[in-house]
Structure formats: structure tokens, C-alpha cells
């Protein structure tokens, strides 16, 4: 009788903890380890310069890999290195060619993906992303990686200057990463300021996945870079960093009171583990120790629960030793590709600096028959093994039946894949024709509106809210949109349009393909010209667009509404944030003697911490060393107490375009004209030489979102348990403060477009200050509705007419405060129309346009006096002239805070 076994058997274990001071071996571009099918490339001069032959040392062909030349299209190199490596090193020379060639690459940048889809791009610690090139074409430069990266794909793009011809020969340096992991979710780390001490930042701050309400997804960071932090955790192994650098740090009291610290792991494959190693800082006399005990659940695989049995474990604590060290966590060979582990605090504040695991690959055997003993072989491959044994020769022979039950089993796989695309056949029709009756419609009408030279590209992320990730949908070629949409009753016969259109008339079964997908939505009314990354108009009002006026590099306005904007023109912030619109008269030509803020010596600036980054630039956190004198009297600044000051500080990239560096210019000269109590200040600039900077006041409670979402209202339960906490008048306070700063843009004509609390800035005083810093971090790029390569969109807070119609007004700022003082009495806790995908939002707000009463609105929160909440559906009344002013908003809340 056969018996079928299997049989697992232990593989050679992987090391735990990489030395990237020795982890330098050259990866195989010289010497051919890497193969010419593995090395491709964006483009080629011709044949003999193609991607095989940018290998180091090697002059094959003719010397190199040579891109074509498109500025506007950057062109790479792209390495793929079989199995996760971690990579140290970058090596390059140029195009010598025997003497006859001279082209070389001055700098360039390095993005790598670990799946072959996600790309990130390599910054160095203090948010560099451009790499030193060579100086000549013969002699090899060679970069060391600050942090060094985990990944399988690796692609090098030349950075051209002066428009010279570049070319490259490459070697790749590291080792291969035998940990397995591809990803870590943590909390965000957080701010340490001990009295008497310099600042802490404890964030991963080079985590390289999304940042979502305050969590690390997805990615990899400091805890895999293998420097593992000194015992005090102030002093730090690199230089030129902030103190706190080397560690990722949480303070008990911020996560509530759970008490832990819960972290999730994902590795590339099924694998059995045998322990876990954590660095943990001990400085027990600052309040810092090791946790003092973990549990950790295993999943197989992803569609699986997490089991229900913990590994536990339990850390003896030290408080006579303050050093650092690593514990090492069993983890009793349990198989698993996904762990989650909580780590529960022992003190008030716990870090990490590095995190490595043990571990066996899990080797399944093919069925064997059990008188046979099993063939074992040690496996080094990156990959599971499997394993076979041969049968005994006094086993019987085959009866003839293998090849039928073979073809049977054929016969069954077929049967069953014809089945599947039989259903999804089905379901494809039928979605069709759910969709037809839409296309058939007396009142749509098709109109072409003329877009730029450059085609615009939508992406649209197919994810739920607040998802950091969004794949590439399909792109359409043509630069002139066609599109077909429902007017709404009060408009004029479609047939009048029409008469106005007749080179369109005949293009209407084209453009009715397009009819139903939300791609197109946005693009109803809108796309005449982009500026700066941002939609302009080819609408105005909200009564019968003239396309006729439209052309691609002029938009136009038609029966211009309550609120005029033909005065307007926007300005969007080269850091990559709603910078507020504008009047026209203060955007002509400007130079630096435009400026008034006052020159602030550069080198008092000490970097602290990346706040976030858009297209052109970047916000730090900076800390201002005699900004108090150097402003003087009647400074902004508020009472320190003898403490540094801090500063969040724009700055341009090298980078920039010259277009960008004139925005910039101009944003520095609209931000000094605002002096509101709530408005964010612009203290002084640093414009005498580059890069350009521009220094703003720094609120230490950060973003409103970021305080309400940690906070519950104010109650008995919250006093006892010390639960931080806010009041129902604290909520009516913050409202009004953010509709007197409204009132004072409003007064001077300025737009917005990005009004949210997490544009709204807290001082130590809970003072509110409006910003527009929310659209440069990560950590809220999910409130944007992404438009690939050009602009985000934050649809979820934008009126109709400004998706639809691309019209921002103080009108659209009104409904954008009716969503932000509906996140306000949520406490933040969830996204406006939480319920909806971007393109269910983009939807309904074509049922606000149609008024047809199918437009879905926010609920009113529990916190919400009814009073207030009919003002919130007044700010989101359909036709504009009926939204109330600012000003009126003022008055109507400021008797509420008196109550």
C-alpha cells in the first residue's frame, strides 16, 4: 500500500543582520553574471550602443549605452538583478570607446522597484535625489548609497546639463538580501522634546512607502538599513542629520491607550521562522526602554486569517545598563509569509533602529512512497526547492493507467477555464448594455474642447478612500477630447450648441464612446490650458459654455457669476501645494527687488526634519538661530522661553524649471502681503543665492486633522482616564477662527482652492492658522484625486463648478468650509464621502450639476448643532449666489461661541 507523505525540510538559514560596510561585491554588469537579456534601456542611438554594452570596464559595440537625446522625456537605464539585493553602491564611467569617444554623464538619478511595477526614487538622507556624475568619459566615479536600498530593478537616469550627449557604462555593488523582507507598516514616529535637550526626531525619515494617517505602509526604511543606533539615542552615526536621526521612536500616551506598538511584516515567500532580532534603545533615566514583552500572529498567505495562536514573549528588563541592544524574540519555526507583532511599552517612550529575522525556507517534497527513504539536499537558492526521491527498483511497474488520468485531468483544467471565460464574457455584456441606454439619449450633446500641445493623461486609482495606491489606466493619444454629456433643463435646446458646432455634428458616435467612463467626467467642461500643474477653465458661470472661445493656450469667461473672476488668475506653490489665486495685477513681471520680506542669513538655518515635497520643492522643519533679533519689534514670533526657534522652510530644488522659479518668486511676494492673525506668515526669504528659500512661522501643534483625529469630544469618561480631549466650544472656536482668516482673503480677492484642516495649523495657543502646506505630504495624498504627470485634484472638498467647469471663486471656498467644518465636528475621524470611490465623488457631483435630486450630501455629524449644520448645507447650496460670504459665515458663527 502506498503511502503519500510531505515532508518538510530546513534550508541553509538566512543571515540576519546586513553590514553595508561590507556588503560591496560587485553584482555581475562587468564580468556577465548579470546577462544582456536582464539589462534594457528607454531608447538607444543605435544598435551597437544599446543597453547590453553599458557594462563597467568593458568596451563592446561602440564603448557604451547611449540614450537618445529628449530633454523632455527622461530616458533610463533599467537593471534587473534576478532576486532582492541590497544595493550599496553605484559605479559609471562614460564613452571612451578607444579614444574615439567622449560622452559621459555629469549626474543622474536612481529610482529601483522590489516587483517590477511600484518605482520609488533613491534620495539620499537629506531628500538629494540627483547623484554626482563622472568628469571625463574614461575614469570610473563610484557613489555610495546613503541610505543603501532593497530591490530587484534598478534604473539610472542621466540628468543631461547644457543639453550635452550623455552615455554609460555601470556596475552595481551589494549583496543579496537573504532577510526576505519586502515591507514593514508601523505608526509614524514622532517629536521628543525633553526639557533641557536638543529636539528628537524620531520619524523613518527614509521610510520609502506611503505615509496615511500617521502610519509607515508598504515600504522600507531606516530599520532595514542596516545602521543600528548608539545608546544615546541624540547622537547620531551620520553626519549633518538631526539628533534622534538613527532611531524610529513612539511615545506611550500618543497611541492611545492601547499600550503597545503594533507593526506588520510582509516577506517575499512562505518562510519558517526562527526568531526576530530588534534594536532597541535602553535609555531608561530619559524615559526609553526595551518593550517589555511581544506578541506576534503568522498568515500563510493573503486572502488567509491571521492565526489565532501568538507567539509571546517576554523581555527581562534592564535599568542598570542604559545601552542599546538587541533582543532576539523566538519564534519557534512557525511558517508564515505575513507577521504581525505588537510590542507593548515598558516605559514611556520605546525605539528601534534596526529589525532583522531569521528564518528557513519551507521545502515541499513531491508525494514519495514511504518505504523509500527521501533524497536531502541543502538548498542556498532564493527561491523554495523542490524536492524529489527517486523510487526503488523493486517497486512494481506502472500499470498503464498514469497517461489516462493525465488526460483526464487535462480534460477537466480545460473544461473549467472555458467555463470562467464564459462568465466573464456574460458579465462584460451585460455591463454594456446597462450602459447603452445612456448613449442614446435627445439631450446629450457632443462638444470638443481644445486642450494643450501636451496631452493630458488621466489616472484614475480604482482603490478605496485614503489608499495611497493608484495604478495607470489607459491613456488617450488624441490632444482633443470629445465628449458627450446631459445639459441640464435650464439650458437652451442642445440643437442651438450644435448650430454652433457644426464641424463637431458628424463626430458624435465617436465621442459616445467615450460616454460613462469617469475618466472623462472631469474633463466635462474643463482642460483649455495647464498652469503650473492645475486645470484652467473653458467654462464660465454655470450658464452655456462658448466653445468657440476656447482655444489651447487662452481660456475664456462667460456670463461671469455672483462671484467675479475675471480679475483672477492662480498661482499654484512650486512646493507642490494650493498656493491661494491671485489678482492679476500683483503677478506681472517680477524680480528679486520686487521682494519686501527681508534677507535672512542662510547659513542660521539648521535642517531638521522633511516636512513634505512637491514637483519643484521640498518643506523643512529648521530651526532659526537669532530670527527673533533679526526680525526685532513687533515680531510675529511667540514667547519661546529661551528655546530655538522654529520654522517650516520652503525651498526650491535644483531641479526647477525656470518657470517654477518664477512661481516661486511670485508666491514669495503674494505671502507677504497677507498680515491676518489667521494666516500663516512669511518671516523673511533667503533669495541672494541658491536655493531659494522662504521661511514661514511653524505651528508646534501641527495640521487640525492631525490634533481632532486624536482627540474625542470632551467628557466625564475623558477627564477620569485623562483621554485628550476637546470641548464642543473649542470646535465652535476653531470654526470661527478659520471663516475670520477666510473673510480677510475674501477681502482682498484671493482664492484658495485647497481649504481643509489639514490646511488649517495649530500654535502652541490653539491659535488656527491657514496654510497650504497639506497638498506637499504624503501623509494626505490620498485626499487627492491624481491626474498622472500633471495635477491633483481634492475632489472630495471642490465644489461642482470647479471639477466640472474648473471655476475657483471665493464661491467654491465657501462649500470647501462647508466640508472642512464637517471634519470638524467628526473629529476628523473619517474622509468626506468616506462611502464613495474619487469616482462615485466625481459622479455625484455631475448630480449636483443635473439638480435633479439624486446629489448625495454629507451627514450631519452627531456633534452638530442642527442650527450649524443648515449652514453647512447653505455653503453647499447647488446655484453660487445662493452660498453665503465669508463675511456672512463670520457673523452667523461668532454669536455660537458666545453661547
Given at each position: ?8 525540510l530546513?534550508a541553509?538559514a538566512?543571515f540576519?543582520?546586513?553590514d ?14 548579470i546577462?544582456?537579456h536582464?539589462i ?7 544598435e551597437?550602443?544599446g543597453?547590453q ?9 561602440d ?5 537618445e ?7 533610463y537605464l ?13 559605479g559609471t564611467q562614460?564613452?571612451y ?11 543622474y538619478?536612481?529610482?529601483?522597484s ?10 539620499n538622507r537629506?531628500g ?6 563622472n ?5 570610473s566615479?563610484?557613489?555610495d548609497?546613503?541610505p543603501?536600498?532593497?530591490?530587484r530593478?534598478v534604473r ?8 550635452t550627449?550623455?552615455?554609460?557604462r555601470?556596475e552595481?555593488?551589494?549583496c543579496l538580501?537573504e532577510?526576505?523582507l519586502?515591507s ?5 514616529g ?6 533641557g ?20 505602509l508598504?515600504?522600507l526604511?531606516?530599520?532595514t ?6 545608546d ?11 539628533p534622534g ?6 511615545r506611550n500616551d ?22 526576530m532580532?530588534?534594536?532597541s ?11 517589555s ?7 500563510p498567505?493573503?486572502i488567509a486569517d ?5 507567539v509571546?514573549?517576554k523581555?527581562?528588563l534592564?535599568d ?8 532576539t ?8 509569509k ?6 507593548y ?14 528564518s ?11 518505504t ?10 532564493s527561491t ?12 512494481p511497474?506502472?500499470d498503464?493507467n ?21 462568465i ?9 448594455l446597462?450602459?447603452?441606454p445612456?448613449?442614446?439619449l435627445?439631450?446629450?450633446?457632443t462638444v470638443?474642447l481644445s ?18 495606491h ?10 482633443h477630447?470629445?465628449r ?5 433643463p ?8 450644435r448650430?454652433?458646432l ?6 458624435a458616435e ?6 460613462g ?7 466635462l467642461?474643463t482642460?483649455c ?13 454655470y450658464?452655456?459654455?462658448?466653445v ?7 481660456c ?7 462671484y ?5 488668475v492662480r ?15 500683483t503677478?506681472d ?12 542669513p ?6 531638521r ?27 510675529p514670533?511667540?514667547?519661546r522661553d529661551?528655546?530655538s ?8 530644488r535644483a ?10 518668486l511670485?508666491e ?7 498680515n ?7 518671516l ?12 514661514t512661522?511653524?505651528m ?9 483625529s486624536q482627540?474625542?469630544i470632551e ?10 480631549s ?23 480677492n484671493?482664492?484658495?482652492r485647497?481649504?481643509a484642516t489639514?490646511?488649517c ?7 488656527i ?9 504624503n ?5 487627492y484625486?491624481?491626474i498622472?504627470g500633471r ?6 472638498w ?7 467647469l ?7 471656498d ?6 472642512t467644518?464637517?471634519e ?5 475621524k ?13 459622479e455625484?457631483?455631475?448630480e ?12 450631519g455629524?452627531?456633534l452638530?448643532?442642527p442650527?450649524?449644520?443648515e449652514?453647512m448645507?447653505?455653503c453647499?447650496?447647488?446655484?453660487i ?18 453661547q
Amino acid at each position: 500500500m502506498h503511502l503519500f507523505l510531505l515532508l518538510i525540510l530546513p534550508a541553509t538559514a538566512a543571515f540576519g543582520q546586513i553590514d553595508p560596510a561590507h556588503c560591496r561585491y560587485a553584482l555581475g554588469m562587468e564580468d556577465g553574471r548579470i546577462t544582456d537579456h536582464d539589462i534594457t534601456a528607454s531608447s538607444q542611438w543605435y544598435e551597437t550602443t544599446g543597453p547590453q554594452y553599458a557594462r563597467m570596464n568593458r568596451e563592446e559595440g561602440d564603448g557604451a549605452w547611449c540614450p537618445e537625446d529628449n530633454p523632455s522625456d527622461p530616458q533610463y537605464l533599467q537593471v534587473d538583478l534576478g532576486k532582492l539585493t541590497f544595493l550599496t553602491v553605484v559605479g559609471t564611467q562614460g564613452r571612451y570607446a578607444r579614444y574615439s569617444g567622449n560622452e559621459f554623464a555629469r549626474a543622474y538619478r536612481l529610482n529601483y522597484s522590489r516587483d517590477g511595477l511600484l518605482w520609488k526614487s533613491w534620495r539620499n538622507r537629506l531628500g538629494n535625489m540627483v547623484m554626482e556624475g563622472n568628469k571625463n568619459a574614461y575614469t570610473s566615479l563610484i557613489n555610495d548609497l546613503h541610505p543603501p536600498i532593497i530591490t530587484r530593478y534598478v534604473r539610472l537616469i542621466p540628468v543631461p546639463k547644457l543639453s550635452t550627449t550623455v552615455c554609460m557604462r555601470v556596475e552595481l555593488y551589494g549583496c543579496l538580501w537573504e532577510d526576505g523582507l519586502i515591507s514593514y507598516s508601523a505608526p509614524e514616529g514622532q517629536l521628543m522634546m525633553p526639557p533641557g535637550y536638543p529636539i528628537a526626531s524620531l520619524n523613518d525619515s527614509t521610510y520609502d512607502g506611503a505615509h496615511e494617517r500617521r502610519r509607515l505602509l508598504g515600504g522600507l526604511g531606516q530599520l532595514t538599513d542596516g545602521v543600528i543606533g548608539l545608546d544615546d539615542f541624540l547622537l547620531t552615526r551620520q553626519y549633518h542629520v538631526w539628533p534622534g536621526y538613527d532611531y524610529l521612536g513612539w511615545r506611550n500616551d500618543s497611541l492611545g491607550s492601547q499600550g503597545f506598538v503594533e507593526m506588520e511584516f510582509v516577506f517575499d515567500r512562505k518562510r519558517n521562522f526562527t526568531s526576530m532580532k530588534v534594536h532597541s534603545n535602553n535609555m531608561f533615566r530619559r524615559s526609553v526602554k526595551i518593550f517589555s514583552s511581544v506578541s506576534c500572529w503568522f498568515k500563510p498567505r493573503l486572502i488567509a486569517d491571521w492565526e489565532a495562536e501568538p507567539v509571546s514573549f517576554k523581555t527581562v528588563l534592564d535599568d542598570r545598563n542604559p545601552s542599546a541592544r538587541y533582543v532576539t524574540v523566538p519564534l519557534n519555526r512557525r511558517a508564515a509569509k505575513f507577521l504581525r507583532c505588537r510590542f507593548y511599552f515598558a516605559d514611556f517612550w520605546m525605539m528601534f533602529s534596526e529589525i532583522s529575522f531569521q528564518s528557513e525556507d519551507t521545502i515541499l517534497l513531491d508525494p514519495i512512497v514511504s518505504t523509500v527513504p527521501p533524497i536531502k539536499k541543502e538548498s542556498t537558492m532564493s527561491t523554495p526547492s523542490v524536492m524529489t526521491a527517486n523510487v526503488s527498483a523493486s517497486d512494481p511497474p506502472d500499470d498503464g493507467n498514469t497517461p489516462i488520468l493525465i488526460g483526464c485531468l487535462v480534460t477537466i483544467i480545460l473544461m473549467l477555464v472555458i467555463i470562467i471565460v464564459l462568465i466573464l464574457w456574460c458579465q462584460y455584456v451585460c455591463k454594456v448594455l446597462e450602459k447603452a441606454p445612456r448613449r442614446i439619449l435627445d439631450e446629450e450633446v457632443t462638444v470638443r474642447l481644445s486642450s494643450c500641445s501636451d496631452t493630458i493623461i488621466l489616472q484614475t486609482p480604482p482603490v478605496p478612500p485614503r489608499s495611497g495606491h493608484a495604478p495607470t489606466g489607459p491613456a488617450n493619444t488624441d490632444p482633443h477630447y470629445e465628449r458627450v454629456f446631459l445639459l441640464d433643463p435650464q439650458y437652451q435646446n442642445p440643437a442651438v450648441l450644435r448650430n454652433k458646432l457644426p464641424e463637431l455634428s458628424q463626430s458624435a458616435e465617436a465621442s459616445a464612446l467615450l460616454l460613462g467612463n469617469p475618466l472623462y467626467d472631469l474633463l466635462l467642461l474643463t482642460s483649455c490650458h495647464m498652469t503650473s500643474g492645475w486645470l484652467r477653465a473653458c467654462g464660465g458661470g454655470y450658464a452655456e459654455p462658448d466653445v468657440t472661445q476656447c482655444t489651447p493656450h487662452q481660456c475664456f469667461h462667460s456670463n461671469a457669476p455672483h462671484y467675479a473672476e475675471t480679475d483672477i488668475v492662480r498661482l499654484q506653490g512650486v512646493t507642490g501645494s494650493n498656493m491661494y489665486a491671485v489678482p492679476a495685477l500683483t503677478v506681472d513681471s517680477l524680480t528679486r527687488k520686487d521682494i519686501s520680506a527681508a534677507e535672512f542669513p542662510r547659513q542660521q538655518l539648521i535642517f531638521r526634519e522633511k516636512l513634505g515635497e512637491g514637483q519643484f520643492g521640498e518643506v523643512h522643519l529648521c530651526e532659526a538661530e537669532g530670527l527673533p533679533e533679526f526680525l526685532g519689534e513687533g515680531s510675529p514670533l511667540p514667547d519661546r522661553d529661551g528655546r530655538s526657534v522654529l520654522v517650516a522652510v520652503k525651498q526650491l530644488r535644483a531641479d526647477a524649471t525656470s518657470q517654477a522659479r518664477n512661481d516661486f518668486l511670485k508666491e514669495i511676494k503674494i505671502m507677504s502681503r497677507l498680515n491676518d492673525p489667521n494666516i500663516i506668515r512669511l518671516l523673511c526669504v533667503c533669495v541672494s543665492s541658491d536655493p531659494l528659500c522662504m521661511v514661514t512661522e511653524y505651528m508646534e501643534n501641527g495640521d487640525l486633522n492631525m490634533f481632532l483625529s486624536q482627540r474625542e469630544i470632551e467628557s466625564t469618561l475623558t477627564h477620569a482616564n485623562n483621554i485628550p480631549s476637546v470641548s464642543l466650544s473649542d470646535l465652535l472656536h476653531m470654526s470661527v477662527q478659520i471663516s475670520s482668516g477666510m473673510k480677510y482673503l475674501a477681502s482682498l480677492n484671493f482664492v484658495h482652492r485647497d481649504l481643509a484642516t489639514r490646511n488649517c495649523l495649530l500654535d502652541r495657543r490653539l491659535t488656527i492658522k491657514i496654510s497650504d502646506f497639506g497638498m506637499s505630504r504624503n501623509l494626505y495624498s490620498s485626499d487627492y484625486y491624481r491626474i498622472q504627470g500633471r495635477a491633483v485634484l481634492p475632489i472630495r472638498w471642490m465644489a461642482w463648478e470647479s471639477i466640472l467647469l474648473g471655476k475657483f471663486t471665493t464661491a467654491s471656498d465657501v462649500w470647501a468650509f462647508g466640508v472642512t467644518l464637517w471634519e470638524i465636528f467628526t473629529l476628523c475621524k473619517e474622509q468626506p464621502y468616506s462611502l464613495l470611490s474619487d469616482e462615485q465623488v466625481i459622479e455625484n457631483t455631475g448630480e449636483f450639476f443635473r439638480n435633479q435630486g439624486r446629489q448625495i450630501f454629507l451627514y450631519g455629524p452627531p456633534l452638530c448643532p442642527p442650527s450649524l449644520f443648515e449652514l453647512m448645507m447653505c455653503c453647499w447650496s447647488r446655484d453660487i449666489p445662493d452660498r453665503p460670504t465669508f463675511e456672512g459665515l463670520y457673523q452667523a458663527l461668532k454669536p455660537h461661541v458666545n453661547q
